[in-house]
């Protein structure tokens, strides 16, 4: 299972970005996705996650009201729409998907846990 994330730059304040990540692997069957950031020194945080078949979501409260996560489950993609981004959003931006995979065991699957390689989102005053 790979993650792929894309999207994310240098803006100034006031200004949106559209991250998107794509998950490679037949086998995985998504059961929810998420983004999350990191800013150096500090804690790797939730921004949004999603269920992917019933789009239930959940927000950071710092981002609720700017931020949509969405997903295109034909695409197997999840976006993270940034609005009115603001300096303290600064950070590296990664996916996660939850999910499983089968193993060699007939009808037992194990339970994981993916992330991508993270894309720098930076944003001036």
């Given at each position: 299972?790979?993650?792929v994330e894309s999207g994310g730059g240098l803006v100034q304040a006031g200004s949106s970005l559209r991250l998107s990540c794509v998950v490679s692997g037949s086998t995985f069957t998504?059961?929810?996705?998420?983004w999350y950031?990191?800013?150096?020194?500090?804690?790797r945080e939730m921004v949004a996650r999603c269920t992917w078949w019933n789009d239930s979501t959940n927000y950071a409260d710092s981002v609720r009201g700017r931020f949509t996560i969405s997903n295109d489950t034909a695409k197997n993609t999840v976006?993270?729409?940034?609005n009115d981004l603001k300096p303290e959003d600064t950070a590296l931006y990664y996916?996660?998907?939850e999910g499983t995979e089968p193993t060699s065991a007939s009808n037992v699957v194990r339970y994981l846990e993916v992330?991508?390689?993270g894309t720098l989102v930076t944003v001036s005053d």
């Open positions: 299972v790979q993650l998504i059961s929810r996705m998420g950031r990191q800013d150096p020194g500090k804690q976006y993270l729409e940034m996916c996660k998907a992330w991508g390689q």
